[in-house]
């Protein structure tokens, strides 16, 4: 970086290393501070030191992140280890990643915001075309909320809602914005660790009211 930055009395020279946002730009700086290294983020590429914590607002701003010269010089193997490291990290081994999206078995209407689970093809409220959950996703998030297990009138969901509950599953029942069909949905965690019985539940329910 060939302009100095003002550090006290001092005029120190910076070197430029990343520029990122969100959660990889928050694992470098972690890294980093392990390491002892002295950075600043700019954001925008203009001068003025932002330092590193809760984002808030700031979560999708994009960042530079430049250390003192002579320290990159003393330390350029460690920086561009960690760089590597959470970069690969981020991008993930293709396989790998293909077989977590194959795994997140959700799917997601775009319009209507909802997270449904695969027995759907097409949303319950809008017909709309669904997509991997995984799309839907806010850039903090690792995982929905809850999941829309079935469809249906609200005599059929509030069945099945019954049977969900004496079973020790937290379901939830409610209208859709039209008003055309009631959804029942429940938490992420529980259908992770409770998936067959609760696919059990749901089809034997469905089968037993006429819902699809």
Not at 25 to 30: A, C, Y
Not at 109 to 120: E, G, S
């Given at each position: 970086m060939a302009d100095a930055m003002?550090?006290?009395?001092?005029?120190?020279?910076?070197?430029?290393?990343?520029?990122?946002?969100?959660?990889?730009?928050?694992?470098?700086?972690?890294?980093?501070?392990?390491?002892?290294?002295?950075?600043?983020?700019?954001?925008?590429?203009?001068?003025?030191?932002?330092?590193?914590?809760?984002?808030?607002?700031?979560?999708?701003?994009?960042?530079?992140?430049?250390?003192?010269?002579?320290?990159?010089?003393?330390?350029?193997?460690?920086?561009?280890?960690?760089?590597?490291?959470v970069q690969l990290?981020?991008?993930?081994?293709?396989?790998?990643?293909?077989?977590?999206?194959?795994?997140?078995?959700?799917?997601?209407?775009?319009?209507?915001?909802?997270?449904?689970?695969?027995?759907?093809?097409?949303?319950?409220?809008?017909?709309?075309?669904?997509?991997?959950?995984v799309e839907l996703l806010r850039p903090e998030q690792t995982e929905p909320a809850r999941v829309v297990v079935a469809a249906g009138t609200g005599v059929a969901m509030e069945a099945l809602d019954r049977r969900l509950r004496e079973a020790g599953i937290g379901s939830d029942v409610e209208e859709t914005r039209t008003g055309a069909v009631v959804l029942t949905s429940v938490p992420w965690g529980e259908l992770l660790e409770r998936t067959a019985e609760l696919e059990a539940l749901v089809r034997y329910q469905s089968a037993a009211s006429g819902v699809e």
């Open positions: 003002e550090t006290g009395a001092v005029a120190t020279e910076w070197t430029p290393v990343y520029t990122g946002f969100g959660t990889e730009l928050h694992l470098v700086e972690q890294e980093l501070a392990l390491r002892e290294v002295v950075f600043v983020r700019l954001e925008g590429g203009s001068a003025g030191p932002y330092g590193f914590g809760p984002l808030g607002s700031q979560e999708l701003s994009e960042y530079t992140l430049v250390v003192p010269a002579d320290q990159y010089a003393a330390q350029r193997e460690d920086i561009e280890a960690v760089l590597a490291s990290d981020s991008a993930g081994d293709p396989a790998a990643q293909a077989e977590a999206e194959q795994d997140f078995d959700v799917r997601a209407c775009l319009a209507c915001r909802y997270f449904l689970h695969d027995f759907f093809s097409s949303c319950p409220e809008c017909g709309a075309e669904l997509v991997p959950g």
